[in-house]
């Protein structure tokens, strides 16, 4: 006699909502400056975390850079020539080439900083300025923020870079600077993100 089979198959548990607590800040508890410098400053913070854990934080404070992504688009619309900088970098002990870049001073703007440094450190103007994208560098303990511009419809000038700047300044090919970043060329943050966002931009028909 043929036994009916029994219909094993169990239905699948559905997966329960995870409760998330929703994210805060962390409190600062106490504050002491640990060392000042020209450029930036270091604190030493007391805080309490969010999940109440209490921890000592050292803080690297920066007013804030900007960066500026100059392109020249008057010989090739399709592929237009970038402004971009080589120079030696101590921190990092080598000679890299960047985008140019600067910090904002206490009370300036920022893209009236972007301005003033295009013109000190590459001597272009632009006459059409765009905001690009606003990120932190390596929010794990600095502080500092970069704003990156687009500078389109330059013109050439004369720089005027600060005694301790020695820049030379270069204009490359889009096309030739993104084959440089996928060959592992190019190894300065600011512009990676400057070069890749814009060259995003371009792609979907936003530039």
Same mark, same amino acid.
């Given at each position: 006699m043929a036994v009916k089979k029994k219909?094993?198959?169990?239905p699948m548990p559905k997966p329960s909502a995870t409760s998330k607590k929703p994210?805060?800040? $962390?409190?600062?508890i106490s504050s002491k400056l640990a060392w000042k410098g020209r450029v930036f400053?270091?604190?030493?913070?007391?805080?309490?975390?969010?999940?109440?854990? #209490?921890?000592?934080r050292d803080v690297i404070r920066h007013n804030g850079s #900007?960066?500026?992504?100059?392109?020249?688009?008057?010989?090739d619309p399709r592929d237009p020539e970038v402004i971009m900088e080589r120079q030696y970098r101590h921190a990092a002990g080598q000679i890299?080439?960047?985008?140019?870049?600067?910090?904002? *001073?206490?009370? *300036?703007?920022?893209? $009236?900083? $972007?301005?003033? *440094?295009?013109?000190e450190e590459t001597g272009y103007r632009a006459k059409r300025w765009t905001h690009l994208t606003k990120y932190f560098a390596s929010p794990g303990f600095l502080g500092e923020s970069m704003s990156i511009y687009l500078a389109r419809d330059i013109s050439a000038g004369k720089a005027q870079p600060e005694a301790d700047e020695q820049i030379e300044v270069?204009? #490359?090919?889009?096309?030739?600077?993104?084959?440089?970043?996928? $060959?592992?060329k190019v190894h300065d943050g600011k512009t990676l993100i400057g070069v890749l966002f814009y060259d995003a931009g371009r792609r979907s028909g936003k530039f």
């Open positions: 219909n094993s198959s169990t994210a805060r800040k $962390a409190r600062l400053s270091v604190y030493s913070d007391k805080v309490e975390e969010p999940g109440d854990h #209490i921890n000592t #900007i960066v500026i992504l100059a392109v020249d688009e008057s010989k890299l080439l960047e985008l140019p870049a600067g910090r904002i *001073e206490p009370g *300036e703007a920022p893209l $009236a900083a $972007a301005k003033r *440094e295009m013109i270069v204009r #490359i090919k889009l096309s030739e600077l993104l084959k440089m970043i996928a $060959a592992d």
